[in-house]
């Protein structure tokens, strides 16, 4: 967050609520669309229910990976 922040992108409020910025904003449409193309292009490329079992493995992946990285420090 502190990053977000230093690149002008997330404020901290005056209530403690971080909120995008007007740069922040853009920013997160400009990667938004760029996740709906990726997730389009996959879905297109995998028949059937496989982008599912795509999505259900990468996130597995991603819960041992932290599991892993957590349990060796």
């Given amino acids: 967050m502190d990053e977000l922040g230093r690149r002008g992108l997330l404020a901290d409020g005056a209530d403690g609520v971080l909120t995008l910025t007007d740069a922040g904003q853009v920013a997160h449409g400009g990667a938004a669309a760029g996740v ?5 292009v996959v879905s297109a490329a ?7 079992t795509l999505i259900r493995l990468l ?12 349990s060796s420090h």
């Fill in 59 to 70: 996130a597995d992946l991603v819960d041992g990976l932290d599991r892993t990285s957590k």
């Fill in 36 to 40: 709906a193309i990726v997730r389009s």
């Fill in 46 to 52: 995998l028949p059937g229910q496989n982008y599912a």
